[in-house]
């Protein structure tokens, strides 16, 4: 399956995740499409599924993608993102993703999906939910 994002507008979450192997380029344009799309909302909660996927961090377009995540991905969301890492993944990649993650601010990195779905759920629908309700 090729690496892609899903808006679920119905049900208020974006998701990205793939499956197969992906250069750095192949996800930064997988996130510049995003962002670009005219449906793309910010702020809805995002779930970036790795888990089907191995990524090759030594591409020359590592650092780009380093780069639209910290100047234009993360800044132009709104709301939290989860991040469910691959069991795949070497340990500099997992380096570089955890580094990555906790610079940015309501960004998470987890190990099971489910566990992305729950903090998702109680950061973003429980509080949200509650709120709308007479």
């Known amino acids: 399956m090729p690496c892609g994002y899903h808006?679920?507008?119905e049900n208020g979450l974006v998701t990205v995740g793939g499956t197969g192997a992906w250069a750095c380029?192949?996800?930064l344009s997988?996130?510049?499409a995003l962002v670009a799309d005219p449906r793309f909302n910010p702020e809805l909660p995002h779930l970036v599924d790795l888990r089907g996927m191995v990524?090759?961090?030594t591409s020359q377009s590592s650092a780009a993608l380093?780069?639209?995540t910290v100047k234009t991905y993360r800044p132009g969301v709104r709301s939290s993102v989860a991040i469910v890492a691959g069991d795949g993944f070497d340990g500099?990649?997992?380096a570089n993703l955890y580094h990555l993650v906790y610079s940015l601010h309501d960004i998470e990195l987890f190990d099971r999906y489910e566990n992305a779905l729950k903090w998702l759920m109680r950061?973003?629908?429980s509080?949200?939910?509650v709120s709308r309700w007479p």
Request: charge should be negative; avoid cysteine; aromatic fraction near 8%.
């Open 7 to 9: 808006l679920d507008l």
């Open 25 to 27: 380029k192949e996800l």
């Open 30 to 32: 997988v996130g510049r």
């Open 55 to 57: 990524i090759d961090p």
């Open 66 to 68: 380093r780069v639209f």
């Open 92 to 94: 500099e990649l997992m």
């Open 123 to 125: 950061r973003e629908f």
């Open 127 to 129: 509080s949200t939910a």
